[in-house]
């Protein structure tokens, strides 16, 4: 395989969406997840409910947090599984396509939570 | 472009060499490679964490009756133990990014490398302060 | 303590072997020998056919090299009172063709490694008449862990990238290289990127970490990786913000 010098590269953009996901899956996720997945069923919450939760989609700023929250953990998660299947599986001769599954994958799951969260009213 | 004596990027095949192939269940061989396999797997849970989001932020966008009918998807016991268990592996994603990024970052301070546990800690402070002010804005009975 | 223990051997001889195969040989137990002076003493007394590198015999010379039970080890660091009265088992190291016996093919590596440049690049050498290059403490401490390697393999051995990847750089080359980047010295940083950010260069690395945790040396070329992952990523930053300048 030739250097490329003057090509320019998307390994590292993938390497940055992968790291900045990574940052904000580690930092929030856990808490967030208990939230929904273990206090919400319990009912150990009412922030949840359905007057409370439309409540704090009004503001935008939420509107953004959840865009990041959602958006940048996915690219994290596409890398990861995207080697995970590389490596782990040795399936190289799919790697376009487990490749662009994987990326595509992040990219349509961003699409859907910014088109949810821009027009939820 | 390539010329007759372009040497290959990896050792030919010599047909006396012994060359022992790798297993399809090679991450099972050893405990370390499995807990790098289960490390990586935390991102599957965190997409799965991503998809009942999504799933959620939809379900309020159409209303208290769809939206009940998530809140009793959740109380499911399937979807409750899949829960549990992505709750394990996200935190688990936490605690190995957090030691990772430290040994990924060289920072010098007056010369003298920073050792790994100071950088670490900062972030599992922080990790913690964070999450804790995000529970005392959710966790509200 | 039992005043014998065994070695459980791998041999292969090309010339009749189809694949490599276990001898057992029942060496004396020394406290203070290592698994090298179990295999020295095989092949003076019992077996002159066995086959293995070895040379220093004091962890400086990286040739000794091998499983020692499925981990990689230097053979003239590993104590037998660690793994008495259990018989120990002596491979080939990992993810290398084995030539004979315990010898493995290194060109693969060899090869890697030179394509990183590992020397001193300067856009102009200083001539001897004015001196010699001036580093401090902190120069020489920014890249000095990275030139303790031994080029001994072991972490060729241990990474699961290497061994899924023939085309892999691999973690001493690369470490090799950031230890040429960081070096003061140097002026190759350029010349070393187009080698290095690559997909079969750092960023096949998955951080699985192994190859910093077997090496013998505490080099830690799992960490040079990461970090040169950062300043690729920096670079490629400011060449996508900035495409004319810089460079």
């Known amino acids: 395989m030739d250097a490329q010098p003057t090509k320019l590269r998307i390994e590292p953009l993938l390497w940055i969406l992968f790291s900045a996901g990574g940052v904000v899956a580690a930092f929030l996720i856990p808490i967030h997840l208990f939230v929904l997945g273990i206090a919400t069923p319990l009912g150990w919450t009412k922030t949840t409910e359905y007057a409370s939760a439309t409540a704090f989609l009004a503001f935008p700023i939420v509107r953004l947090y959840l865009l990041v929250l959602c958006s940048l953990p996915l690219f994290h998660a596409a890398h990861r599984i995207r080697y995970t299947l590389y490596d782990g599986l040795q399936i190289k001769h799919l790697n376009e396509v487990i490749a662009v599954a994987c990326y595509g994958g992040a990219v349509v799951g961003t699409v859907i939570a910014g088109y949810l969260l821009w027009n939820f009213v | 472009m390539k010329s007759a004596a372009a040497t290959p990027p990896y050792t030919l095949n010599h047909p006396r060499w012994y060359r022992k192939r790798v297993s399809t269940y090679w991450w099972l061989q050893r405990w370390e490679y499995l807990r790098f396999v289960l490390r990586e797997i935390s991102s599957v849970f965190i997409a799965i964490f991503v998809v009942e989001t999504l799933f959620q932020i939809y379900a309020l966008s159409r209303g208290p009756e769809s939206y009940s009918v998530f809140l009793s998807v959740l109380k499911n016991p399937f979807v409750f133990a899949l829960n549990i268990i992505s709750f394990l592996f996200v935190v688990f994603h936490s605690i190995t990014w957090f030691n990772l990024s430290a040994r990924a970052m060289s920072i010098r301070v007056g010369g003298k490398k920073v050792p790994g546990f100071l950088i670490s800690g900062p972030n599992f402070v922080a990790w913690f302060v964070i999450s804790a002010v995000i529970a005392w804005l959710l966790l509200r009975a | ?107 693969d590596f060899m090869r890697k490694l030179q394509k990183m440049k590992p020397w001193l690049i300067r856009k102009e050498e200083k ?42 750089s691999g973690p001493a080359a690369i470490a090799l290289a950031q230890r040429y980047n960081l070096d003061s010295r140097d002026q190759g940083s350029k010349d070393r990127f187009p080698v290095l950010s690559q997909h079969d260069a750092i960023w096949g690395c998955t951080f699985v970490g192994e190859c910093t945790r077997v090496c013998p040396k505490h080099v830690d070329p799992a960490g040079a990786i990461q970090q040169y992952k950062l300043t690729a990523a920096l670079d490629w930053v400011k060449s996508v913000v900035m495409p004319w300048g810089g460079k």
């Not at chain 3, 990286?62 to 981990?71: F, R």
């Not at chain 3, 001994?152 to 023939?166: E, K």
């Open chain 3, 1 to 107: 303590m039992a005043n014998t223990i065994k070695l459980e051997v791998s041999r292969y001889s090309p010339e009749t072997d189809a694949a490599p195969h276990f001898q057992t040989f029942e060496v004396p137990f020394r406290r203070d020998w290592v698994v090298l002076d179990a295999l020295n003493y095989i092949k003076d007394k019992q077996d002159g056919s066995l086959t293995y590198r070895w040379s220093c015999r004091m962890g400086i010379c990286g040739s000794c090299g091998m499983l020692v039970n499925g981990e990689p080890k230097l053979t003239c660091a590993t104590f037998l009172a660690d793994y008495a009265p259990e018989p120990v088992r002596v491979e080939p190291l990992r993810n290398f063709p084995v030539v004979r016996d315990l010898v493995i093919a290194m060109n």
């Open chain 3, 127 to 168: 001539p001897v008449s004015e001196g010699e290059y001036l580093q401090t403490p902190e120069e020489l401490e920014a890249f000095k862990q990275y030139s303790m390697c031994i080029n001994c393999m072991l972490c060729y051995a241990a990474c699961p990238v290497y061994g899924l990847d023939p085309l892999f």
